[in-house]
């Protein structure tokens, strides 16, 4: 394992990144050439070009279409805040044990944010939607976050 080099994972190639901040940034959907005309990327790009890679995206389930005359108009399956949450569970699950892979996480993040995570859990209206899950493994969340939490206290 020596050597290896970290990479930052990511979903989206840069170009599919900005296709996908244009479909966010509406909530209705768009024509290629509308997409085209919104894009804020580094280089001229061709019509064909956005086109094909709108396509791989409707390929890959990010983007859904729909017909209209000889253009596909496309919108997003998910929002933004969705989609990150659907691929923090994806992560948490390929990590094995979920609960020290956000220990992991837990302490990589700032002690601003693991306060505003720990401000979340207890909020009533977080509690609502996490009542599909068990309150034992909200109390195991909890506890993560108040031990790196801590230990981030100490070494001050």
């Known amino acids: 394992m ?7 994972v990511r979903e989206f ?6 296709i ?11 024509l290629v050439r509308e997409v085209l005309e919104r894009l804020d ?8 070009t956005v086109m094909t890679v709108m396509n791989i995206l409707y390929r890959k389930g990010v983007l859904r279409r729909t017909k209209q ?9 998910e929002g933004r805040e969705e989609h990150g949450a659907r691929l923090m569970d994806e992560v948490l699950g390929s990590g094995g044990d979920r609960v020290l892979t956000m220990q ?15 401000q979340q859990v ?10 599909h899950v068990d309150d034992a ?6 506890s993560v976050v108040m031990e790196v939490s801590s230990r981030r206290l100490a070494v001050r």
């Not at 996908?20 to 768009?30: I, K, L, N, T």
Request: charged letters at 30%.
């Open 2 to 8: 020596s050597g290896r080099r970290w990479q930052t």
């Open 13 to 18: 190639g840069e170009l599919e990144m900005a």
């Open 20 to 30: 996908m901040d244009v479909m966010w940034a509406s909530d209705r959907p768009f």
């Open 41 to 48: 990327y580094s280089k001229p790009l061709a019509y064909t």
């Open 69 to 77: 005359g000889r253009a596909w108009k496309y919108w997003p399956v």
């Open 104 to 118: 992991w996480f837990f302490q990589r993040v700032s002690n601003e944010e693991v306060g505003r995570l720990l």
């Open 122 to 131: 207890s909020d009533e209206k977080m509690r609502r939607c996490l009542e």
């Open 137 to 142: 493994e909200v109390q195991r969340l909890r």
